[in-house]
T-cell receptor, first 109, second 114 residues
Framework: LAKTTQPISMDSYEGQEVNITCSHN???????ITWYQQFPSQGPRFIIQ???TKVTNEVASLFIPADRKSSTLSLPRVSLSDTAVYYC??????????FGPGTRLSVLP | SAVISQKPSRDICQRGTSLTIQCQVD?????MFWYRQQPGQSLTLIAT?????????ESGFVIDKFPISRPNLTFSTLTVSNMSPEDSSIYLC???????????FGPGTRLLVL
């Protein structure tokens, strides 16, 4: 299972773009990259998933370079409600996710 | 996506007792997972529950302590047996579904053992 490394915490201000980078140097050919958001006392919420290049949805963008050894979650114009823990996970179908500590994002007014 | 519900949402239990947590999903899924999240910590996988087979437990978790049932493709239960205060955690189920086999999580069951 590919291990991931991401910053423990980040601070931002309302209206700014936030980029959270995750390293996964030993990602396997069949692995997807998935990001989750978790608020206190709630289950993780799926944000975005990708395999390579760029993926965009109504919530975020995910940038994956050609070597796939890292990925960057981009949150446009964050608000106070985006304060949460963000997890980067790497795995293939049927594999168990190994959750790291995640990145605690604090959005300040 | 998948809509997942868990019952109970929270409970306070006495040590030595057992609690069964239910997980219901709105579509048929092959793979279901049970996680534990201790206060202030990240998620730890307890076991994988596939319909029609025995659950597969991760290191540090045993069937006698966390028996799991998976009677059909939309439902699973996790029992926390002979509870102690160290079992106080949030217990979450998740399912894998969709074209990219994305994992979706339930809202969690917050357990406090006194």
């Amino acid at each position: 299972l590919a291990k991931t490394t991401q910053p423990i915490s980040m601070d931002s201000y309302e209206g700014q773009e936030v980029n959270i980078t995750c390293s996964h140097n030993n990602i396997a050919t069949n692995d997807y990259i998935t990001w989750y958001q978790q608020f206190p006392s709630q289950g993780p919420r799926f944000i975005i998933q990708g395999y390579k290049t760029k993926v965009t949805n109504e919530v975020a963008s995910l940038f994956i370079p050609a070597d796939r050894k890292s990925s960057t979650l981009s949150l446009p114009r964050v608000s106070l409600s985006d304060t949460a823990v963000y997890y980067c996970l790497v795995g293939a179908y049927g594999q168990n996710f190994v959750f790291g500590p995640g990145t605690r994002l604090s959005v300040l007014p | 996506s998948a809509v997942i519900s868990q019952k109970p949402s929270r409970d306070i239990c006495q040590r030595g007792t057992s609690l069964t947590i239910q997980c219901q999903v709105d579509s048929q899924v092959t793979m279901m997972f049970w996680y534990r999240q201790q206060p202030g910590q990240s998620l730890t996988l307890i076991a994988t529950a596939n319909q029609g087979s025995e659950a597969t437990y991760e290191s540090g978790f045993v069937i006698d302590k966390f028996p799991i049932s998976r009677p059909n493709l939309t439902f699973s239960t996790l029992t926390v047996s002979n509870m102690s205060p160290e079992d106080s955690s949030i217990y979450l189920c998740s399912v894998e579904t969709g074209i990219m086999e994305t994992q979706y999580f339930g809202p969690g069951t917050r357990l406090l053992v006194l």
